[in-house]
């Protein structure tokens, strides 16, 4: 007996496999992101981390008046509850879900949850969840729960996929890539005289081993990919709404760009996350010639066995009513010289503008934490380095891959030492459990220097790295050249410190460790 191979023009029409295959990505996505969340959530904003949630939560009450108008301005579900045991079962439940979609079972009602879930915890992320690809997330989850059925969570239901929405997620990642492709153009000279990859791979936030690679490539290749971007970024998504075939070559090009990024960095999860939507530019005929015969084979039995649902198609429509209305505003700002970068308009984030990379910095400044057990800090004071999770500190450390798992801390460093500690004050909270010794801040960094008891004075030094070429005698990666104090040693009976932490509130939520 032989089995039943789908006829080019009956799968090509149906979008089976691209629902099986998207949602399995999506889920691979929300899993990391809960991950990160079990792990770092914690030291970053719980009852004795850096920003805690409880003050922020009292802050935006009081601000808004009330905690009604507060969940209605930053819906959560930690307006309700956000003790430590809280936050962290939420992360792990929604780990939980996610890996129950990875391994294919998806409806409405997981999906739903997964999103509010993940909704909760950047609305009262603060610094930590103000990445773009946050309310990315949140965007493509919403619309992910409308390409399920209702309750049959099995991979393929017989219900079948809505086109709209699939629809849906091609205006998604027309918007992603446009609008990133114009935010360069407006941004920096160096996107429009293609030399931006001169600077890109060593000034990311966060390098990965073939960075220094890609760093040292002919320029002449450098700005072939800048070509490589604007194809992938300002002409492909175009595409995304034409017929099969064009639309199909579109899609491959946003994708393989996708994968180019991942290979030269660390930019978390941003990357994968953008694929989601550009596989909604695959149909059935597609994938027919890549997955298992057994996947096409199944998802031809749920074809012909189809029992459209007239509900789940007419919500859908609904919903692309709403995404519809809600996308003037995001489009008047992608169009705008103004343009903004990753930004919501409505309160769910359903509906957002995008953006990275608007301007690249031309050098590669890190701010490094370091301590000393001496009495007194003077010229001859020896100071030993905090080693961050993949933020580069010792100059023989070659870049970790890391992505798509996101150290929270490092990637607010980055951005930190490009500003001062005025507009970073929560590093002054961290200066002060690093003199504790606080086994949960410590846990964000790659080690803890003092580990037997904890060093009398903090600093934070100011560096400027550079990718040294491959096969430097020294066998380095880096060179560094100190540019000044970021913050200058500190002790844990500096009145200065005392003081900043009394009128942030934070003394009282700080969990010192004695040696």
Not at 312 to 341: D, K
Request: net charge positive.
């Amino acid at each position: 007996m032989t089995e039943a191979v789908p006829s080019p023009s009956r799968s090509a029409d149906s979008y089976w496999l691209t629902r099986f295959v998207l949602l399995r990505l999506l889920g691979c996505v929300y899993a990391v992101a809960f991950l990160v969340a079990a792990k770092q959530i914690l030291p970053l904003i719980g009852s004795h981390g850096l920003l805690p949630v409880d003050s922020f939560l009292e802050r935006v009450q009081n601000a808004l008046g009330s905690p009604i108008a507060g969940f209605i301005r930053l819906p959560s579900l930690f307006w309700f509850a956000h003790s430590d045991a809280v936050l962290q079962t939420v992360a792990w439940i929604g780990f939980a879900l996610s890996c129950v979609v990875v391994a294919g079972y998806a409806n409405a009602i997981v999906m739903a949850a997964l999103w509010a879930l993940y909704m909760s915890f950047v609305h009262v992320g603060q610094d930590w969840y103000g990445y773009g690809w946050e309310i990315q997330l949140l965007e493509t989850g919403f619309l992910a729960i409308f390409l399920c059925p209702p309750l049959d969570g099995r991979p393929f239901s017989k219900r079948p996929p809505p086109v709209v929405v699939l629809w849906l997620f091609r205006w998604l990642i027309f918007r992603i890539m446009l609008g990133a492709a114009l935010i360069k153009l407006r941004g920096d000279s160096c996107w429009r005289d293609l030399t931006a990859l001169y600077y890109h791979f060593e000034t990311q936030p966060i390098p990965n081993p073939l960075s220094r690679w890609f760093h040292f490539l002919p320029h002449r290749i450098l700005k072939a990919g800048v070509l490589f971007n604007f194809l992938a970024e300002l002409i492909a998504p175009w595409f995304a709404f034409y017929p099969r075939t064009a639309r199909r070559i579109a899609g491959v090009i946003m994708v393989l760009f996708q994968f180019t990024l991942i290979l030269g960095g660390n930019l978390s999860f941003l990357n994968w996350l953008t694929i989601v939507p550009a596989l909604a530019c695959f149909d059935d005929g597609f994938w027919s010639k890549l997955l298992p015969r057994v996947l096409v084979n199944r998802a031809t039995k749920a074809a012909a066995a189809a029992q459209p649902c007239p509900p789940m198609q007419h919500t859908a429509w609904a919903v692309a009513v709403i995404v519809g209305l809600l996308s003037l505003l995001p489009v008047a700002n992608m169009i705008s010289p103004q343009q903004v970068m990753n930004t919501s308009f409505d309160p769910f984030d359903l509906v957002n503008t995008y953006g990275a990379f608007g301007t690249v910095g031309r050098e590669r400044l890190n701010v490094v934490f370091e301590g000393t057990d001496a009495n007194v800090p003077d010229a001859r004071t020896v100071w030993k380095a905090y080693p961050y999770q993949a933020l580069p500190v010792a100059l023989n450390q070659r870049p970790r891959q890391i992505a798509p798992y996101q150290p929270r801390l490092d990637w607010q460093m980055w951005f930190a030492s490009m500003s001062t500690p005025d507009q970073y004050p929560w590093t002054l909270h961290l200066v002060w459990k690093l003199l504790h010794n606080d086994p949960d801040a410590l846990g964000l960094f790659g080690g803890n220097p003092f580990p037997d008891k904890p060093p009398r004075y903090i600093r934070a030094v100011l560096y400027r790295y550079q990718f040294v070429r491959p096969g430097n005698p020294e066998g380095n990666w880096w060179n560094r050249e100190e540019l000044g104090l970021w913050l200058p040693p500190l002790s844990a009976a500096d009145p200065r410190l005392l003081d900043l932490l009394q009128q942030a509130g934070w003394l009282e939520n700080t969990n010192p460790v004695s040696p």
